[in-house]
């Protein structure tokens, strides 16, 4: 049998009093795409990053081809013949393709010759690999999916027969992260070796041919992809039995909550982001709004949020009408029994540098159970956190931690939290699982059935055509601007990809 | 009075008043292009200035003079390097220091070693840059216009005047036709992207900076040995600061920094000749007024005339390893 491409030998690696990795050892088989799978935290890229140099690990071996290597800077890896596609891509924003690739690998101190033969190269990997990009291109200018496509040439380009890639599709589009699929099935075609590191089990399943996975620092398995399932992985990662399938009753929907009628929301530059969009969430269902990011369905979510005005079109909360057009606010809105979780949770949701405590109660701190007189009653205030932390089981379960020291699935829950329990009449939810750990995901979907099985109306946006299909009973698709079609919550994958991809639908039959 | 003398004339001091800026802009460059801000141009120009006076008026010699402005101006710089970007300090403050260091140091030392009140002795002869004659500029100052524009506009000037205004087109030379200038932009952008194609990113901005410091230490050379026959104190007067407002007009480019900088050298040079000239309508114009022009147009154009001015995009952040 070929030496393995790699192999890590009791690979261990500490932060201060965190151990990041103990005793990894992997093998990987070249010519093969191998998954590396595990929550967020589980040491995954840190792993890679000691693969890469960018740290060098307390102990252990790393053998690349059979010969064991020491890799203390990016630079011995790429000597090696590892590249790297790191999940916030390493990109000169306003620079060419051409420069962007060629940057550090230059090969000569004047930049003509370097350009010219970087060119010719970069032609020849087009041919080779499939990867066609403008070389003139300014790279910000391009979609993300091309972005990434001048990740992976720029590893190529210098010569890596082993490419890691860290978290690729989080930011592509489900078409994009098909056609990424494509390439690296083509790559392995070729002979190239290819880590994918993940947290999406669809993906591993989809592309691998091994798949290993890490829990707590620690690797806990490797397995053949075709000798596997997606409920061994998930229970593999998380160390206990993860229900992915949510489950839930038929819904009972009743009078209708929310109504939206003939809405349009324009943006900043002038452009009519929501066009002339009409539906209504019901109590006791959860309408789902599927399609790629940047659809108009944030601009949707936030003007019905009172967040963004709208240019025309009516909404009735309780068939009494919000004044979209005008005065909404937030508070207002929160007053009349409409919560809101939004999209961005960093940003919007959350003030980061607050404490727990104080984010628990953000928006709702003027209700006169937290007050005293005209200050905040901070007594009050504890016990109303640590009730939520103990039911939506937020850790670590402390008040008065600074909410950015919090892992991701817990900032969302806490978010969570404030607005679920003030038991609203409708529920706005956008991406409520963005960059959370399966576990935290499961506990999440249940919430959000728990809320519709009580008789609220549920309105979810999330770009995770899964996550979708598994909550929503009716499910509208959004495609520039404006709803291309309606379906039910049983509606397939496939079908929903086509809408969302605008292929079909009223805009594609014009 | 003649017309074109008197436009001579100005254009004359509009080019020696922008040497200084120009040297100061380009300096700036370099620094704020790898994404180190460099508020303390001035002060390091100031020092420099300082350091090319006593150097000039010990050795006798101009050349001399200008070899010590640049190792004292590169010290300085390796100060902000040092602050910035191994001890990843503020920039801003680590600029103001070094200005308030060279504004006492250079007095200080000044009275200590020459007590002349700050000030360095005067030098002259070939302890200064003096004026360099054109070939054939006195054969052709007789021919109408083109000969008077050649003799007296563009013969004449210090050696120091035309290795500025070639600097120009190497700086663009350097910036976007070699590697150092392909990865100087870069890390000022994105130095994560630089360290992870396997390039030091403190050893890059530690360049950048020494070329800041050579930039700026013969900006200050100019000032004590060419403009002037030796170091004054404060004698920088604010260039520093409009060299870097000259920098954000010319959005970090090193072409339009040249313009920049002759057009803020012309509204000095305007100021200075329309003291105490009646102007047709308004009549005669405090002199005050006039020495604030150049300032107040430069508040308008930095306000709204130049469109947006994107600096580096990891200009004052200290670069810290993800992870």
């Known amino acids: 049998m070929a030496d393995a491409a790699i192999e890590l030998i009791g690979i261990n690696k500490s932060f201060g009093p965190v151990r990041a990795n103990r005793d990894i050892h992997l093998e990987v088989a070249p010519g093969t795409i191998h998954g590396i799978i595990g929550e967020n935290g589980a040491g995954k890229s840190t792993l890679m990053s000691i693969l890469y140099g960018f740290y060098q ?42 420069e962007n690739i060629i940057l550090g690998a230059e090969g000569s101190a004047l930049l003509t010759s370097s350009i010219g033969r970087a060119r010719a190269e970069l032609r020849r990997l087009e041919q080779d690999y499939g990867l066609e990009v403008d070389p003139d291109a300014v790279v910000e200018e391009l979609p993300v999916g091309l972005q990434q496509r001048v990740e992976i040439l720029k590893a190529l ?12 599709t989080g930011v592509l589009t489900p078409p994009e992260a098909d056609h990424l699929f494509r390439i690296l099935a083509r790559l392995k075609d070729e002979g190239k070796t290819v880590i994918l590191i993940t947290h999406k089990l669809r ?75 009409s539906f209504e969430v019901r109590a006791g269902e959860i309408v789902g709004i599927a399609g790629v990011a940047g659809n108009g369905q944030s601009e949707l979510m936030e003007t019905i949020a009172g967040l963004r005005r709208a240019v025309s079109g009516t909404v009735l909360l309780d068939n009494k009408p919000i004044d979209v057009t005008g005065t909404a606010d937030p508070g207002e809105l929160r007053d009349r029994g409409l919560a809101h979780v939004p999209e961005d949770r960093h940003h919007v949701g959350l003030v980061l540098a607050y404490e727990e405590q104080e984010n628990a109660i953000l928006g709702y701190h003027d209700q006169a159970q937290y007050l005293k007189g005209p200050f905040l009653d901070h007594a009050a205030i504890r016990r109303d956190a640590e009730e939520k932390i103990a039911k939506y089981d937020i850790r670590p379960g402390n008040p008065r931690l600074k909410t950015a020291n919090f892992s991701g699935g817990n900032q969302q829950k806490i978010v969570l939290a404030r607005e679920m329990e003030q038991d609203p009449g409708v529920l706005l939810v956008g991406q409520p699982t963005r960059g959370v750990d399966v576990g935290a995901i499961e506990f999440i979907h249940k919430r959000l059935i728990a809320m519709r099985d009580a008789g609220k109306a549920v309105l979810l946006v999330s770009v995770e055509l899964d996550e979708i299909r598994a909550l929503s009973d009716r499910i509208l698709v959004m495609f520039d601007g404006r709803i291309v079609g309606e379906r039910d919550g049983s509606a397939s994958e496939g079908e929903l990809g086509l ?4 292929v079909e639908g009223p805009e594609a039959a014009e | ?19 200084p800026l120009l040297l100061a802009c380009l300096a700036g460059l370099y620094s704020e292009r790898s994404g180190i801000f460099d508020i303390g141009l001035e002060g390091k120009m100031l020092a420099g200035a300082f350091a090319a006076g006593s150097a000039a008026f010990v050795f006798g010699s ?9 190792l004292v101006a590169v010290a300085l710089a390796l100060v902000h390097g040092f602050a910035s970007i191994t001890h990843r300090g503020n920039q801003i403050v680590s600029g103001v220091a070094i200005n308030f260091i060279a504004a006492g140091a250079t007095i200080i030392l000044g ?86 194609a396997g390039i030091s990113v403190p050893w890059l901005r530690y360049r950048a900076v020494i070329c800041t410091g050579i930039l700026s230490g013969a900006a200050g050379a100019y000032l004590a040995l060419a403009m002037n026959a030796g170091f004054v104190k404060d004698m920088t007067a604010g260039r520093g600061y409009i060299a870097l407002a000259a920098l954000i007009f010319a959005k970090w480019r090193p072409v339009p920094a040249m313009f920049a900088c002759l057009l803020f050298g012309f509204l000095d040079a305007l100021s200075i000749r329309l003291q105490g000239t009646p102007l047709p309508l308004v009549g005669r114009v405090p002199v005050q007024f006039m020495q604030a022009l150049p300032y107040i147009l430069t508040v308008i154009l930095l306000a709204g005339f130049i469109g947006k001015a994107i600096p580096p995009r990891a200009g004052g952040v200290p670069y810290v390893k993800e992870r």
Do not use: C
């Open chain 2, 1 to 19: 009075m003649d017309f074109l003398p008197t436009i001579i004339t100005v254009l004359d001091s509009t080019i020696r008043l922008s040497i």
């Open chain 1, 499 to 502: 809408l969302m991809a605008g």
């Open chain 1, 157 to 168: 380009y210098r010569g890596a027969d082993i490419l890691i890639l860290d978290e690729p």
């Open chain 2, 62 to 70: 101009a050349w001399i003079g200008l070899g010590m402005a640049i």
């Open chain 1, 57 to 98: 690990a307390d102990s252990g071996d790393i053998l690349v081809r059979g010969k064991p290597v020491s890799i203390q800077t990016p630079n011995d890896a790429i000597a090696t013949g590892i590249g790297m596609v790191h999940q916030h891509f390493m990109l000169v924003a306003n620079f060419t393709v051409l």
């Open chain 1, 203 to 277: 993906e591993i399943m989809a592309i691998t041919d091994n798949v290993s996975v890490m829990r707590a620092g620690t690797m806990v398995a490797t397995r053949k992809t075709s000798d596997t399932t997606v409920e061994e992985l998930a229970e593999l990662m998380v160390g206990r039995r993860v229900l992915l399938r949510v489950e839930k009753d038929a819904a009972n929907p009743a009078a209708s909550k929310l109504s939206v009628e003939n809405l349009t929301v324009r943006d900043g530059r002038g452009v009519d982001m929501v066009k002339d969009v």
């Open chain 2, 111 to 196: 009275q200590a070693w020459f007590a002349q009140g700050g000030r360095t002795p005067q030098v002259s002869g070939p302890g200064r840059f003096n004026a360099v004659e054109l070939p054939g500029a006195a054969a052709l100052r007789d021919v109408p216009v083109l000969g008077t524009i050649y003799a007296d506009l563009l013969s004449g000037h210090t050696i120091l005047v035309y290795l500025a205004f070639l600097t120009v087109p190497v700086t663009w030379w350097v910036l976007y036709r070699t590697r150092f200038g392909l990865r100087l932009r870069a890390v000022g952008e994105n130095p994560a992207a630089v360290d992870t």
